[in-house]
């Protein structure tokens, strides 16, 4: 078993609709959890990290953690076509460091 | 702007060559990590050092090699260079467990 795993995707959603993005991983022990986008061509750029003593809101974005099941998930409300890019869900292998990433689920927003 | 510079943006290196890439990390950030991207995945750890001391190390042989200076730079070096090392490699700077990501070097390997 991989250690962070994502549904490569594509995932469309229309604009204004809710888009849900899902990652499991491995490590039970996991404290903490990050998201980046990633735009074509450019460097990850992180939007969200929460850790395991609760769910996180920022914005259009919500990051949900079930650690009973081992996920964790990121929402983005009134989906954008700007929002469009690839997520990285992120976990750190030991400690805090350093981070192992899953592939990456590709969003496309459509106007 | 992330305060993560890196150089060069774009490179192409022959098979059997050597190079490398640098990285200026922000003011006071003492670790820094090094990531390789092959197009489609994500980001695979290279190694991390901090306060210039390797502390971490992922699947990569020894042909990659690194080194973090007093000035918060760090060098990412490559000996004879192979067809799949084209790749984006990407430096990470991090405090308090938040990694910031410089824009990344572009290697291809001809």
Redesign the interface.
Same mark, same amino acid.
């Given at each position: 078993q991989k250690e962070v795993e994502q549904n490569s995707g594509p995932l469309s959603v229309p604009e204004g609709a809710i888009a849900s993005l899902n990652c499991t991983y491995s490590d039970r022990g996991s404290q903490s959890f990050f998201w980046y986008r990633q735009y074509s061509g450019k460097s990850p750029e992180l939007i969200m990290f929460i850790y395991s003593n609760g769910d996180k809101e920022d914005g259009r974005f919500t990051a949900q953690l079930n650690k009973a099941s081992q996920y964790v998930s990121l929402l983005i409300r009134d989906s954008q076509p700007s929002d469009s890019a690839t997520y990285l869900c992120a976990v750190p292998r030991s400690g805090n460091t350093p981070l192992v990433f899953g592939k990456g689920t590709r969003l496309s927003v459509i106007a | 702007e =992330?305060g993560v510079t890196q150089s060069p943006t774009h490179l192409i290196k022959t098979r059997g060559q050597q190079v490398t890439l640098r990285c200026s990390s922000q003011s006071g950030h003492n =670790?820094v /990590?090094w %990531?390789q991207q092959a197009l $489609? &995945? $994500?980001?695979? *750890?290279i190694f &991390?050092y901090y306060r210039e001391e390797e502390n $971490?190390r $992922?699947n990569f042989p020894p042909r990659f090699s690194g080194l973090q200076f007093p000035n918060y730079s760090s060098e990412l070096n490559v000996n004879a260079l192979e067809l799949d090392d084209s790749a @984006?490699y @990407?430096c990470?700077s /991090?405090e308090a #467990? +938040? %990694? =910031? *990501? +410089? /824009? #990344?070097t572009r290697l291809t390997v001809v």
């Amino acid at each position: 078993q991989k250690e962070v795993e994502q549904n490569s995707g594509p995932l469309s959603v229309p604009e204004g609709a809710i888009a849900s993005l899902n990652c499991t991983y491995s490590d039970r022990g996991s404290q903490s959890f990050f998201w980046y986008r990633q735009y074509s061509g450019k460097s990850p750029e992180l939007i969200m990290f929460i850790y395991s003593n609760g769910d996180k809101e920022d914005g259009r974005f919500t990051a949900q953690l079930n650690k009973a099941s081992q996920y964790v998930s990121l929402l983005i409300r009134d989906s954008q076509p700007s929002d469009s890019a690839t997520y990285l869900c992120a976990v750190p292998r030991s400690g805090n460091t350093p981070l192992v990433f899953g592939k990456g689920t590709r969003l496309s927003v459509i106007a | 702007e =992330t305060g993560v510079t890196q150089s060069p943006t774009h490179l192409i290196k022959t098979r059997g060559q050597q190079v490398t890439l640098r990285c200026s990390s922000q003011s006071g950030h003492n =670790t820094v /990590s090094w %990531y390789q991207q092959a197009l $489609g &995945q $994500g980001p695979q *750890f290279i190694f &991390q050092y901090y306060r210039e001391e390797e502390n $971490g190390r $992922g699947n990569f042989p020894p042909r990659f090699s690194g080194l973090q200076f007093p000035n918060y730079s760090s060098e990412l070096n490559v000996n004879a260079l192979e067809l799949d090392d084209s790749a @984006l490699y @990407l430096c990470a700077s /991090s405090e308090a #467990g +938040g %990694y =910031t *990501f +410089g /824009s #990344g070097t572009r290697l291809t390997v001809v």
